[in-house]
């Protein structure tokens, strides 16, 4: 059994809001890859998706506005975990510098300069 054809305005519209949630699960996709450069180049398309849609979307649209929000909130959390881990490479990489920094200071350092020549 399918669904009753839909209004041509309507399912142009709908079209939009497809978009919306395709794109939202690109963003999801780059987020979770580390493919912070492409994912920051995609603000500009996303302006392009919402521009000029009214403030009140169709009801046909709820659901798939509905799923974009929740991909968009688990966007959120992919690029909180990236930050979390850049920030503990951060974290491990300043330590292990102060650690080879300490034993270089232990190390008998030599002159450079040959003075027996």
């Given at each position: ?53 009214p ?58 300069l040959?003075?027996?020549?």
């Amino acid at each position: 059994m399918s669904s009753p054809p839909l209004d041509p305005g309507i399912e142009d519209s709908l079209r939009r809001y497809q978009a919306i949630h395709a794109h939202a699960e690109l963003e999801l996709e780059l987020a979770g890859g580390g493919e912070i450069e492409r994912l920051a180049t995609l603000g500009a398309r996303w302006e392009e998706l919402i521009a000029g849609l009214p403030a009140r979307p169709p009801v046909v649209a709820a659901e798939l506005l509905q799923r974009a929000r929740l991909i968009h909130e688990r966007t959120r959390i992919e690029l909180e975990r990236l930050r979390e881990s850049l920030l503990s490479d951060v974290a491990t990489t300043t330590r292990t510098r102060r650690m080879a920094d300490g034993y270089a200071g232990q190390l008998h350092r030599r002159p450079r300069l040959d003075r027996s020549a």
